[in-house]
Every structure is written in C-alpha cells, then in structure tokens.
C-alpha cells in the first residue's frame, strides 16, 4: 500500500490559544525555532510522503508563504555569507508542484475538512495529518505508522491511538480494542468500535484517536453525505465507524510522546520537550530551568 499524499487540515481557528491565534495561523505558533506546521510536514516528508494538501480557510494565507521561496531573504543571507541559515531554509524548501492548498470555505468540522481535499486525493489511500498534533520521536508517528500499513491487507486503515485517563476521554475520538494484531511489540490491533468525544462515564476504552489517520478513498463517499456529530460539525470518526462496515481498521499505539500544542500547556510543554532535545539549546536551557525552578 503505497501511501504518497497527506492531507492537512488547517482551518482551525485555535481558540484555546487565543489572543495568540487572533491574527496568526495556529499552526505557524513556533515550537523552539519553526512552526508547528513545519514539524507535520517534515514528519510526512520522513514517512514517505510525496504531496502535500493543506485545507486552509480565511487568515491562512502565510502558511502557503512559509513554503513558498523568500527572494529578498534569499538574496540577504547569500550576500551576507550565513552558510548554516541558507542551508536550514534550502532543507525545508519544497519542490515546485510537491504542494497543493484548498479552502474550507465554512467551519463545519474535520470530517468536512477532509472531504475538501477529495479531488486532490484521487482514488489513492492517503494520511491525514493534524498539525496540532506533534509527537516526539524518531522514526515519527506516520513512519510507524505506514511501516506497519505495509504489512496489512490493500483496504486497510489505522489511526494513531494513545492511552489518556479516563476523565479526559470526552475530549477525544475513542475507539474499542478488538484483537491485538501483531506489529512491533504487538501495538497494533482491531478496532471493534469508534465514538466521537463519548459523554462522561460511557467511553469504551481510554485509547483516544491521536491526529494521524491511513485511510482508503471510499471514506470520501462517505463523508459526503455524513450527517452532523459531536459539536454540531461533520466529524471524520462518525465516516470511519461508516468505512469500517466494509473495510479493516486498525489502531497503532505509537512509541513517542504527544504533545497537544494547541492548548497552552501542551504548547509550553512541547517547547520544553522540544529545546531539551536540541543540542545547540540543551544545557543552556537547562541551566535556566533549573535557577527559575529554584527561585519559584
Ligand atoms: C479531533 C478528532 C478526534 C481526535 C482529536 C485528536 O478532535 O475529531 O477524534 O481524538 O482530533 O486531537 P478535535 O481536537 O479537532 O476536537
């Protein structure tokens, strides 16, 4: 199963970041020195993948300029000589063509988010990445992820899953645990039900869908006349438990740590996770952290 094209959904608005999302892109927040976004993508690019979609809205437009070339920085940096910083930028240079972007003109939820990008998919299976989403680890989330794919049936399809605790699952996608599969260390396994964000006290398990998605293109069908869920918005867990009628899902319990960098904790945490893992940061950091923690 060769997966080539990721989608990216990024209409959000980032509310639970707000004031820091009132003029800015969630996903160009900055993790240490690049933007989230700029994570997803490189995670994508390691894992394979060879076109990238991004489902913009309103206010999104410098996401498409964070990709696109920078002429007079370009010009800057040559004339200056900054070796390291011309590198860096010719690293994270995409290819011309490699890129699509289409509008989610209205807010009506992930599921709908998805289905935009139905013309630009094709008939192929394809990953669905969510940038808000960063998971620490090398290889990364999707790499585990489509290694494992390969070794599974042509219609199969996997989510990402974590555990959480169990009063926080009304914050998630849950799904139900049906026979462990195999995979490494035997992580991957059925999954004999999804429910989008269950109700206090009824979730199935505390295994929560993390944002990273292998889905077959039948899905798009689906969400095409998918009726609104949780919260009121076309949600792509209700088109899953739809697709799985007819085809295999799995769930992947992923090594790494996730972070939620669209909440302020999670974004604070990942900055520290992150600049602790860099080595041209690390004991400096550290040093800091340290003399705060002993002064707080
Ligand atoms: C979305 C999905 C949910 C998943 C979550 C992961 O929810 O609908 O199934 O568990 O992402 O972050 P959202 O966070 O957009 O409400």
Same mark, same amino acid.
């Given at each position: 199963?060769?997966?080539?094209?990721?989608?990216?959904?990024?209409?959000?608005?980032?509310?639970?970041?707000?004031?820091?999302?009132?003029?800015?892109?969630?996903?160009?927040?900055?993790?240490?020195?690049?933007?989230? &976004?700029?994570?997803?993508?490189?995670?994508?690019?390691?894992?394979?993948?060879?076109?990238?979609?991004?489902?913009?809205?309103?206010?999104?437009?410098?996401?498409?300029?964070?990709?696109?070339?920078?002429?007079?920085?370009?010009?800057?940096?040559?004339?200056?000589?900054?070796?390291?910083?011309?590198?860096?930028?010719?690293?994270?240079?995409?290819?011309?063509?490699?890129?699509?972007?289409?509008?989610?003109?209205?807010?009506?939820?992930?599921?709908?988010?998805?289905?935009?990008?139905?013309?630009?998919?094709?008939?192929?299976?394809?990953?669905?990445?969510?940038?808000?989403?960063?998971?620490?680890?090398?290889?990364?989330?999707?790499?585990?992820?489509?290694?494992?794919?390969?070794?599974?049936?042509?219609?199969?399809?996997?989510?990402?899953?974590?555990?959480?605790?169990?009063?926080?699952?009304?914050?998630?996608?849950?799904?139900?645990?049906?026979?462990?599969?195999?995979?490494?260390?035997?992580?991957?396994?059925? &999954?004999?039900?999804?429910?989008?964000?269950?109700?206090?006290?009824?979730?199935?398990?505390?295994?929560?869908?993390?944002?990273?998605?292998?889905?077959?293109?039948?899905?798009?069908?689906?969400?095409?006349?998918?009726?609104?869920?949780?919260?009121?918005?076309?949600?792509?867990?209700?088109?899953? &438990?739809?697709?799985?009628?007819?085809?295999?899902?799995?769930?992947?319990?992923?090594?790494?740590?996730?972070?939620?960098?669209?909440?302020?904790?999670?974004?604070?945490?990942?900055? &520290?996770?992150?600049?602790?893992?860099?080595?041209?940061?690390?004991?400096?950091?550290?040093?800091?952290?340290?003399?705060?923690?002993?002064?707080?």
């Amino acid at each position: 199963m060769k997966i080539r094209k990721a989608v990216f959904p990024v209409a959000g608005l980032g509310t639970r970041v707000l004031p820091a999302t009132k003029a800015m892109p969630k996903e160009m927040l900055t993790i240490v020195d690049r933007p989230l &976004i700029q994570y997803v993508v490189d995670e994508a690019r390691e894992a394979g993948i060879e076109h990238f979609i991004f489902v913009t809205g309103r206010n999104k437009g410098v996401i498409e300029d964070h990709f696109d070339r920078m002429f007079e920085l370009d010009e800057s940096l040559n004339g200056r000589n900054t070796t390291a910083e011309i590198a860096e930028l010719a690293r994270f240079q995409p290819e011309a063509g490699e890129m699509s972007f289409t509008r989610q003109q209205a807010p009506l939820g992930l599921g709908h988010a998805v289905w935009c990008a139905r013309d630009i998919v094709g008939n192929e299976p394809f990953a669905v990445v969510l940038p808000d989403e960063l998971v620490l680890n090398s290889p990364g989330c999707l790499k585990q992820m489509i290694d494992i794919a390969n070794g599974l049936g042509e219609k199969s399809n996997l989510v990402a899953v974590e555990e959480v605790p169990m009063e926080m699952t009304h914050q998630y996608g849950i799904c139900g645990v049906g026979e462990r599969h195999g995979g490494p260390d035997g992580n991957t396994f059925t &999954i004999d039900g999804m429910v989008e964000k269950p109700p206090k006290g009824t979730s199935p398990s505390n295994l929560s869908i993390t944002g990273r998605y292998i889905l077959q293109p039948e899905i798009f069908k689906i969400l095409e006349t998918q009726e609104r869920g949780s919260g009121g918005e076309i949600q792509l867990t209700d088109a899953m &438990i739809g697709l799985a009628k007819s085809q295999a899902f799995y769930g992947v319990e992923f090594e790494g740590e996730r972070h939620d960098c669209g909440s302020k904790s999670g974004f604070l945490r990942a900055n &520290i996770a992150f600049g602790l893992r860099r080595p041209d940061l690390r004991d400096g950091l550290r040093a800091e952290m340290l003399r705060y923690l002993a002064e707080t």
